[in-house]
């Protein structure tokens, strides 16, 4: 790895404003160098996460949609348990929001697999106007930032993302297959298995919750909800199934800002080491963001890579800080967030569906509950494929930004909603501050610091 400064320097180089650069069209939809606006606030109307054995016991196992107690699911390859998986994430989505799969326009889906094999099934079975993406691990904020510019544009009155990944198929396509037993180092991550799907809307209206067609699904899914124990999912996750999915009617989550980065190659080659690989791609995309916007990291109640494991989330806070932010009060990693350092995996999470997991089961949660009111969630990518590394090529490495912030219906009275209308709870600091839930203590144990 370079120096500090070295990757300070590349990061700068080209940074400054292009000369004869033509003025935006849109000057309202487009800030700065690379950032997105989206004045009509797309919502996500609802959202579902699906988790393997591992992750329903990690600290985030009270948050999935469904659990499943083995890598198989019953089917006769990782690659279709997988397809399976992103297939129940989005079922369940929609079926959050009360709709089926006609009521969509574009489905937008990505994941690890060669020609994203796992995508191109779901959609068959979908059978939604498809647009298959691939950005490795950043293909969730890809999908989300991509939707939401859609919707906002008018092109798409509602977009379904989904994702996924499966640590066997994972491995046996980038690296070893598992049952080798092969040693991996200490930087090595752990791909996640699970899927995630989001509905996004443009068209106003309810919020989610709100309408009769969610009251009739939430109606449904009472009723088909299965006993304790049941559906592989331990008794603590279904204990926890039954506290309320939203927060209170009136709140949604809208993605405001989309920062699509560039590809940053700081000419590392050890694909066992990806964290320190997308950690200053992160950093770039994080500094652009705050530049175009002119906000500081402590404008947001939570600033998320998507992941970058312990290795990568510790260079990252140096680089910022090199950059003159100090964000280490509001960062952490989907990485690290998704395992306790006790399960055996390695530097952390990683995978297509590590960060899209965390997203749609856990964050959105806390926003709906009003715990996090502004979110910037920065999801990371290692671009390379099977054959460059084995050449000896490089690992150029991406990350893709969206804003997330939580809006409240104006009250009945007329009195102002709590907060600051800017994602500032009333009461200070967010009760979902990194060091004050089990993203904190997970990213707190995995750092070491």
């Not at 977009?159 to 996924?164: D, G």
């Not at 949604?252 to 694909?271: K, N």
């Not at 999801?379 to 460059?388: A, K, R």
């Not at 501050?433 to 089990?438: C, G, K, L, V």
Request: net charge neutral; hydrophobic share 40%.
């Amino acid at each position: 790895m370079a120096s500090l400064t070295a990757v300070a320097n590349l990061l700068e180089k080209g940074r400054g404003p292009r000369p004869g650069a033509a003025a935006p069209r849109h000057q309202d939809r487009r800030i700065g160098q690379q950032t997105l606006v989206f004045p009509s606030r797309p919502r996500i109307l609802a959202a579902a996460a699906v988790a393997g054995p591992k992750e329903a016991q990690g600290p985030l196992g009270a948050y999935w949609d469904r659990t499943y107690p083995d890598r198989l699911l019953g089917q006769r390859s990782w690659e279709h348990a997988e397809r399976r998986m992103c297939l129940d994430a989005a079922v369940l989505a929609l079926e959050k929001a009360g709709l089926e799969p006609a009521d969509i326009d574009l489905h937008l889906a990505g994941d690890l697999m060669n020609q994203l094999t796992c995508a191109n099934f779901t959609a068959a079975e979908l059978d939604i106007p498809f647009l298959g993406l691939f950005a490795a691990c950043a293909t969730w904020a890809a999908a989300l930032g991509l939707g939401a510019a859609l919707a906002d544009a008018g092109y798409a009155g509602r977009v379904l993302c989904t994702t996924s990944s499966h640590h066997d198929a994972a491995e046996r396509q980038y690296r070893f297959p598992t049952e080798l037993g092969n040693q991996r180092p200490a930087t090595a991550q752990w791909t996640a298995t699970g899927a995630a799907a989001a509905v996004l809307a443009a068209t106003p209206g309810p919020g989610p919750g709100d309408g009769p067609a969610e009251r009739r699904a939430t109606a449904g899914r009472a009723s088909r909800r299965p006993a304790a124990g049941q559906a592989g999912r331990p008794p603590a996750a279904d204990a926890a199934a039954d506290r309320p999915a939203r927060g209170r009617p009136g709140r949604w989550v809208s993605v405001t800002h989309a920062t699509f980065g560039r590809v940053i190659d700081m000419g590392l080659t050890d694909p066992f080491d990806m964290g320190s690989a997308m950690a200053p791609a992160a950093a770039d995309t994080i500094r652009q963001h705050l530049a175009d916007t002119g906000r500081r990291p402590g404008d947001y109640d939570l600033i998320v890579t998507g992941d970058l494991a312990r290795y990568g989330h510790r260079l990252l806070v140096e680089l910022l800080r090199e950059q003159g932010y100090d964000a280490e009060g509001v960062l952490a990693d989907c990485g690290i967030m998704l395992y306790d350092a006790s399960q055996g995996v390695y530097a952390g999470g990683s995978g297509t569906a590590c960060s899209g997991m965390v997203t749609a089961g856990y964050l959105l949660r806390r926003m709906q509950q009003g715990d996090l009111r502004r979110v910037l969630l920065v999801c990371t990518g290692c671009l390379h494929s099977t054959t460059t590394y084995k050449q000896g090529d490089t690992l150029p490495t991406v990350a893709h930004a969206v804003a997330l912030e939580v809006e409240d219906a104006a009250p009945a009275d007329g009195r102002p909603a709590a907060g600051d209308g800017r994602g500032t709870p009333a009461g200070g600091t967010a009760p979902g501050a990194p060091n004050q839930d089990p993203s904190g203590e997970a990213a707190s144990r995995g750092n070491g610091s």
